[in-house]
Each structure stands twice: as C-alpha cells, then as structure tokens.
C-alpha cells in the first residue's frame, strides 16, 4: 500500500543511516541456496533473500538449430511471477513487470556469454542442446532482480547434461554426470537510489518508494555484460559509477556463496 | 496376471513419502507445500479479496477459484510449455468442486478466494497432491472448514487394486488388463467423497473396491495435514 | 456417553472431535454433527465448562459494526470519501460522519482527506451485501499524519493490543513511539526511526508467539533488552493510543 507521504517517512531513517527493517543501507537480508531442489529438472536451485524466495529450473533437449545460426545452440532465460508470490501478480499473460524482470535476468545469463553456444552443437546445422532456464518467483519480499539472477546461476551449475537416444533425442530415464559447459558466472546486482542513498536488497516498501534503480550484470572477471536503469529519477555519471563499484563487490560476495 | 509385488515394494495401499508443511509462502494469506513420492505441489491461498471481473461476482456468496500450474521444469521429459491448457483448467475445477463441500463461504458476497497450485516436481497424482496441498493452505489461512481434504489416486494395475500410482504404474498398461487410474478426495470424518474421475478400464465391484481404499487411505493422508497444522504451533 | 477428546489450550485443527454428548455446547470455531462436536478452524480449544470455543490463530477480518479500523482513502466522492480497509470491502466516510465542522455545499472535499490518506474510523453500519459506512467521530478517529504502517493477521490484533492494551502500553514505555491498531490487521506507527524498528520487531515477535503462554512477560523482556529501558505492564484507558 503507498501511503501519500511515505517517501518522507523512508528518508528519516535513510537520513539515519538505516532502513524499514534496521539493516544499513549496503546490508543484504540472509542469503541461502539449495540446490537440487526439483529432480525432474536436470538442474535445479532454490534462492531465499531474506524471505524472498526464488526456483530455477533448467530444462536441457535437443533440437535443431535456428536456420540462421547453424552453429550454436539455443539459450534461453524466462522467469513467470506467479501469482502465489504475492497478491499483487495476477494470473494470466506476463505483466510489464514479469517481461522486464525475464529480459533483464536473460540478457546477464546470455551477454556475459556464461555458456558459449557454440559448445552446445551436437552436429552443426542439425542437431544441437537446447537450455532453458526458468525462474519462478515462489515469495516476493523484494529484490526478485537478484534473487532470480542468483537462483538461474546456481541451477545452471547444478545442472547434469541428459543422455542422448538411439534417433539423437534426449534420454530423460539416462541421465550423465556431464555438467553444462559453463564459462562465467555472471550475477547481477541491483541498486536503488532512494534521496541521496543508494542501498541494495531492496524491501517491497522500498521498491514503491524510490527514485532510480540500477541493475548491473557482472562476470567473476570484473567486466560488465548488461545493464538495466529503471525508474522515473535521474544519475548522475558518478553516481553510476559508484554503483558499478557496489556492484562488483556484492556480486563477488555473492558468487562464494555459490561455490561448491 | 495379477501384481504380485509393486515395482517400489510398497503394499497395495501403502502411499509413497509424504511430506507436508504449512505457512511456507510468507506473502499468502495461507500456504502449504505437500510432498508424496517425488511429487510436490505448493499451494497459495489469498482471500477473501475483490474479484474481478466483476461479472464473475456472485451476491450471495464468496467465489472460489482454483488454479494448477505445473512449473516449466516440472515435467518428466521435456519443458512444460507455460500457460495450463484445457487440462489445467479442468483440473483446477475439479480441485475446487472438491474443495467446496467443506467450505461455506456465504459471509463473503462478491469476494474471490483465489487458490493456486503450483507443482515444481512431478510424478504422478499431481492432482491430488495439490488437492492435498490447497486443503492445508485454506486451513492455515484461517478459512472455517467443516473437515479436512485428502486426496489420492487409486488404481487397478493388472487386477490388484492399488492406492498412489507412480507413473510407472499408470503407464502399465497390458492387452487384456489396463490401468484404471482412479483419482478421488475424502472428507474423513463423513467418509463422503468430494472428487471421483477414472481414466481406463474397471468392474463395478472392483471400482467399489478401489473406492474403499481410497476412503481409508484419505483417512491416514488427513492425519498428516493435520500434523502439519499443528506443527506450524510448536515451540518457539 | 459423553466425554471431551481435547483439552484446553490445545491446537486444533478443521475436523477434530472436540467432544461427544448432548451436553457439550458448541460455541465459536466448533459446530454440532449429531452426537459429536468438531473443530471447524485452526485455532486454539478454550473449554469453558461445557462450552467449546476455538479461538482463531489465523484468519481474515469480519467487519462489525462499532470496529475500529484503519483504512485509507481511495476516491473523493459526491459528498464524502471512499476508504480502503485492505480487505475484499471498502467503505464510504460520509461528509457528515467526517467532522463536526459545518462542511458547504461547494466545499473542496479533498483538501479534507486526499487520496492515499490513512485514517482511524469506526464501522457505524454493514450490510448483507458488506455495503459498510465508517465514521471518523468518536474518541481516537482521526487522519493519521506520517508514520509506517504493518500487516498483521486480524486474527493476532487482540494479542498485539493486550488485556486492557497493556501490551500496546509496554511498547510505548520502550520505544516512544504513538501507535494505532486496527482491528481489520494494519498497524500503525509513529516515532524515532530506532523506536519504530524496535516496535516492529516487537509485533512480529507478538505474532509469531500469540499462541504460548507467558507472552506478557516475555515482550516486557524482550523490550528492556532492545532498548534497556524499564518496562511496566500495566492497563491504559480506552483512549490512551495516540
């Protein structure tokens, strides 16, 4: 609920260094992972930040290539706010902000070229794996952004490659040890500017009330592969920066969190 | 020839695992999550709230609104395409006409009780997992229920009648005999069935069979729910 | 044969045998099939003699009349105002339950209460259809000005407040902060940002706990560790609350 004059409120605590919940404006809530988490996908992976609660599940086929590019294999990141998450999705077809939230979480998997698709052709120009990633928002207590980002990065580590039948489709009943050709791991951090302050892991009442929000994609190596603004306020050049520098160092703090 | 022995080992009415717990969606009104064998269905319930459209508004009482989702990576092959279908649909109608009987929802006029069903691992008697599931989530969320719900899917697999079907088992179809895979919901205290559908081929008397094990198999299945409840209570 | 199945203070759930005989009386949360007496909601038993009653742990708001609540204005209407109660029914705050000030015909009825304004009213009437009519006159109705606000469940407002809103009376003391609750699950909160975090926490703890025992106590502890302040549990008069 927007009360008319919250914004105030949540810039008296900003103003104090603090937020709704008493974290510091650079706090994340408790992140956890777990993988495995639904074993008819080939890989899998529940995401809880604070009570934020996010699945991915990866689906691995065989298919033919797209005509146009006979040399590499398909990649594909979707993400559905069910309605279960909160009682502001509704059913149906995606809203603007589940489109925005799948592109967003895809073009950070995909331009940070985590998996080169070229190593998923089988025989070029006829048969090639074929990777989708789903994201499925389970609770939203804010932050969907990173969870989802963190939550497709760890099913896609955790995903095994499907056997291949006799007429080259995938043998769901024999599946391999053989791990997706993963090369990067890019995860996404988003920032909103709220007044003056720039905090991370944003709270839902944070998330109605803000100015301008910064969503940066970041591979272990310290490159940047996308980037998303939202939100009607302006950045400045430094203020980009800076949040790039958040960025970068949440986003490795995060990536230990995966390592297994 | 008749089954000797279930392809898991389990007794004829034995049920796989199950794993239920309630309150898992923090933003729902009531949740719940419910596990048999490797399938698991997740339910959210949020209501009474407005409905819209507001032609689907009924004056003299709340509405109530199933929907089954099976999540993209749920399936046993292949990616589920999203958006339900003609089966998702029927099966969220079934799930709410066997959820009403227990329900009296008059002191919500023009109001929408919106249930739904999502299943991120499946392997058979999805439906009733998520029956099973939607039954904890109404509890939790404070609904007035005159009696529980339980669901499972009964079945004759090459003459023996059996209660939870793996897919395995439905798909054991031979010439002579086939699978009769039965999906039905109890309400325990009344014995009264809420849910019946059949899909294959069955006698009269072994249909009558089946049922009865269904009732007390529901009967053991509620027990579980109602330890879940429970639980959400104990202890700090 | 008559005989209790449950005890007091136990969790119950819909179903549950409560109790077999004629002599039992089933009151709230517990209804009559024949001989026997069943749970119909979570909740926990509260034998009263032979009367039954399952006291709600979890559930939506029933609007009554005389209930004070905490709603929030959608749309300036006609002669008067549309509230949100945050539930499936609005409510109409009618220019002459607003103020006791002569209101004119021509009167900008939004320089009153705007839209996104929150306000504590009173339900003065409900129909079958929950058609419902508030009123901001009476004793604590008023707009509220600033301040956060939760949402709790309805079912847990009795625990949040208190016997004789001493619970509310505790966070207070600890945390200085003004507080309104109402009885359709929102709270409201105005103080320090460090009050209102305390505060907060404070509630959720309530929530979490309302079914335990000793809770009295254990908020009064938890409210001197968070703030070291001295902690009393003592009654407030009715119009105490901001």
Request: proline content about 5%; charged content about 25%.
């Amino acid at each position: 609920m927007i009360m008319s004059d919250e914004k105030q409120h949540v810039l008296k605590y900003l103003a104090k260094g603090i937020r709704y919940d008493g974290r510091k404006p650079l706090d994340y809530r408790e992140v956890s992972i777990a993988y495995g988490v639904s074993r008819s996908a080939e890989g899998s992976a529940l995401v809880k930040i604070g009570k934020t609660e996010v699945m991915a599940g990866v689906k691995i086929s065989i298919e033919k290539p797209y005509p146009d590019t006979p040399d590499k294999g398909n990649l594909m990141v979707n993400a559905e706010l069910r309605p279960m998450a909160s009682p502001l999705f509704e059913s149906g077809p995606p809203s603007d902000q589940g489109i925005e939230l799948a592109r967003v979480v895809d073009r950070g998997v995909r331009e940070s070229e985590s998996i080169d698709v070229h190593d998923l052709v089988i025989k070029a120009g006829e048969l090639v794996w074929s990777v989708s990633v789903d994201l499925v928002a389970i609770n939203d207590d804010g932050n969907l952004f990173d969870a989802c980002s963190l939550a497709a990065l760890a099913a896609l580590k955790d995903a095994k490659m499907p056997g291949k039948t006799e007429n080259n489709k995938a043998d769901y009943d024999n599946r391999t040890n053989d791990k997706l050709p993963l090369k990067h791991e890019p995860l996404e951090i988003t920032m909103f500017k709220i007044g003056n302050t720039v905090l991370v892991d944003p709270s839902p009442e944070e998330e109605l009330n803000f100015d301008a929000r910064l969503t940066v994609a970041c591979r272990e190596d310290g490159s940047l592969c996308a980037l998303q603004k939202g939100g009607a306020g302006e950045l400045t050049i430094e203020e980009i920066d800076h949040m790039i520098g958040i960025a970068l160092e949440k986003s490795a703090w995060l990536r230990k969190k995966l390592a297994r | 020839m008749p089954y000797p022995k279930r392809f898991d080992g389990r007794k004829f009415d034995e049920t796989r695992p199950i794993v239920a717990k309630v309150g898992i969606i923090a933003r729902a009104d009531g949740s719940a999550m419910f596990q048999i064998g490797k399938t698991t269905a997740y339910a959210a319930v949020y209501g009474p709230r407005t409905l819209h459209p507001k032609w689907m508004q009924n004056p003299k009482t709340g509405v109530l609104r199933c929907e089954y989702n099976m999540l993209p990576f749920s399936g046993h092959g292949e990616r589920v395409r999203p958006g339900g279908g003609r089966r998702a649909r029927e099966i969220g109608m079934v799930t709410e006409n066997a959820l009403l009987p227990v329900l009296d929802l008059r002191e919500y006029p023009n109001a929408v009780v919106d249930v739904y069903i999502d299943l991120p691992q499946t392997d058979a008697g999805t439906r009733c997992a998520g029956i099973c599931a939607a039954s904890m989530a109404l509890a939790d969320a404070g609904f007035e229920m005159t009696d529980m719900v339980a669901a499972v899917a009964v079945g004759n697999v090459q003459g023996s009648i059996v209660a939870d079907l793996t897919y395995e088992e439905e798909q054991n179809k031979t010439e002579t005999e086939g699978v009769a895979d039965t999906p039905v919901a109890f309400m325990p205290n009344s014995g009264k069935l809420t849910l019946l559908q059949m899909d294959g081929h069955n006698t009269r008397a072994d249909l009558k069979r089946a049922l009865e094990m269904g009732r007390e198999v529901c009967k053991k299945i509620v027990a579980i729910q109602k330890a879940a409840l429970r639980a959400k209570y104990k202890g700090e | 044969m008559e005989s209790l199945h449950m005890n007091d203070k136990d969790i119950v759930v819909p179903g549950d045998l409560l109790a077999s005989g004629m002599g039992y009386l089933p009151s709230k949360g517990s209804y009559r099939d024949g001989e026997k007496v069943y749970a119909n909601r979570v909740g926990l038993l509260s034998v009263e003699g032979k009367v039954l009653k399952v006291v709600p742990l979890s559930g939506n708001y029933a609007p009554k009349i005389g209930d004070k609540l905490i709603g929030q204005v959608t749309d300036v209407l006609f002669s008067g105002w549309r509230v949100d109660l945050f539930g499936p029914y609005s409510a109409v705050l009618g220019v002459k339950d607003a103020t006791s000030e002569f209101i004119g015909r021509g009167a900008n009825l939004a320089e009153l209460f705007g839209l996104g304004d929150l306000i504590v009213c009173k339900i003065v009437n409900v129909t079958s259809q929950k058609l419902i009519d508030v009123s901001l006159k009476g004793p604590g109705l008023q707009k509220l000005k600033g301040g956060r606000t939760l949402k709790v469940n309805a079912a847990k407002v009795p625990r949040i407040i208190g016997k004789d809103s001493s619970m509310l009376g505790m966070i207070m003391q600890a945390t200085g902060i003004k507080i309104a609750v109402g009885m359709n699950g929102i709270v409201w909160i105005d103080g320090t940002p460090e009050g209102e975090v305390v505060a907060v926490e404070t509630i959720e703890k309530i929530q979490n706990e309302a079914h335990l025992s000793g809770l009295t106590n254990k908020i009064k502890d938890f409210l001197e560790h968070k703030t070291g302040k001295k902690v009393v549990a003592q009654a407030i008069p009715a119009e105490g609350e901001s």
